[in-house]
Nanobody, 133 residues
Framework: QVQLVESGGGSVQAGGSLRLSCAVSGTSVSTTCVGWFRQRPGKGREGIAAFDSDGTITYARSVQGRFTITKDHAENTLYLQMNNLKPEDTAMYYC???????????????????????????WGQGTQVTVTS
């Protein structure tokens, strides 16, 4: 059974940094598509960064140059380093594990109307990030 557990959220002032972690069990981060999504208040869940199964990284334009996704194979953990945070980054952040369409969602190529993501994808419980001005 795949489980994803996020940590590292919190409250930070604009311009600050946070690093989110996602501990993965039941599968390997080395061989699957994994990524980060966020849901801002009143908005749908959006993909912001992802690894494809071959290691290719994709970022959404809104975080390109500020956020960095990495993974530790030994710890089987996914990370999201967030720098130069802005108030509009305030959201619940989720890690997700799925197929290659996960990276296509992050790239803006694929969208799921009404937030009906594939049932086969796995999600963590989320971690809240609040950025104050």
């Amino acid at each position: 059974q795949v489980q994803l557990v996020e940590s590292g959220g919190g409250s930070v002032q604009a311009g600050g940094s946070l690093r989110l972690s996602c501990a993965v069990s039941g599968t390997s981060v080395s061989t699957t598509c994994v990524g980060w999504f966020r849901q801002r208040p009143g908005k749908g869940r959006e993909g912001i960064a992802a690894f494809d199964s071959d290691g290719t990284i994709t970022y959404a334009r809104s975080v390109q140059g500020r956020f960095t996704i990495t993974k530790d194979h030994a710890e089987n953990t996914l990370y999201l380093q967030m720098n130069n945070l802005k108030p509009e980054d305030t959201a619940m952040y989720y890690c997700a594990l799925g197929d290659t369409t996960l990276t296509m969602v992050v790239a803006g190529i694929v969208a799921y109307p009404d937030q009906k993501f594939p049932a086969a994808w796995s999600w963590g419980q989320g971690t809240q990030v609040t950025v104050t001005s």
